[in-house]
């Protein structure tokens, strides 16, 4: 397998302030980075799709403004949730899937430990 | 309509027992399925993966996969407390770096020792 990481995995901030979250492909390069969001006892929700170097792709509904995704490398993308609202309190879960056929990987979409963001 | 449905559960069952998971789903150009198991506040982690129709084993885990029913399926047998999760199917219809998975709403296991 492949190991993906988020940081942080939990911050609290104030309403009206900004939070980035990183998403890092460990040990492989990700072709594509996706982020979802996860309200409690519900499934995931695609955000956006990111590959690296290109502008995000965003789902219908979710305000590219409000959640600005930078994928600048291979093996790293952002998600920054501006001007936080309680109602943007979630569980954000990040997911990188490689085009790279080397180490059986490709295809297959890994999972990030998620971030819990608590907005006051 | 949900493009995949999933019963929520909460599933219960006790020790030992086979689990029993399924999802359906209304997209016919699916063709690559999966199911992820997600423990409390972590991310899914992915336990099956196939390929249009048909079964595949792994260990105590069994996927069968009837697309002419739309219709897929997880056993687990000889359940275990640590089972206890929630289980998400997923579905794709192409094998792309870029594809995006569509999820089910998950299903909440509960095995009691």
């Known amino acids: 397998g492949a190991v993906v990481s988020q940081h942080p995995s939990r911050v609290i901030c104030k309403s009206g302030t900004s939070v980035k979250i990183e998403c890092r492909s460990l040990d492989f390069q990700a072709t594509t980075m996706f982020w979802y969001r996860q309200f409690p006892k519900q499934s995931l929700m695609l955000m956006a799709t990111?590959?690296?170097?290109?502008?995000?792709?965003?789902e219908q509904g979710v305000e590219k403004d409000k959640f600005l995704i930078n994928h600048a490398s291979l093996t790293l993308s952002t998600l920054t949730v501006t001007s936080a609202h309680p109602e943007d309190s979630s569980f954000y879960i990040c997911s990188a899937r490689t085009n790279n056929r080397d180490r059986g990987l490709y295809n297959e979409q890994f999972f990030g430990p998620g971030t819990r963001l608590t907005v006051l | 309509q949900k493009e995949v449905e999933q019963d929520p559960g909460p599933l219960s069952v006790p020790e030992g027992a086979i689990v029993s998971l399924n999802c359906t789903y209304s997209n016919s150009a699916f063709q690559y399925f999966m199911w992820y198991r997600q423990y409390s506040r972590k991310g899914p982690e992915l336990l099956m993966y196939?390929?249009?129709?048909g079964n595949k084993e792994d260990g105590r885990f069994t996927a069968q996969v009837d697309k002419s029913s739309k219709y897929i399926s997880l056993f687990i047998r000889d359940s275990q407390p640590s089972d206890s999760a929630t289980y998400l199917c997923a579905m794709s219809a192409r094998v792309a770096a870029g594809n995006k998975l569509t999820f089910g709403g998950g299903t909440r296991v509960l095995v009691k020792p």
């Open positions: 196939t390929y249009s129709s």
């Open positions: 990111s590959n690296e170097g290109s502008k995000a792709t965003y």
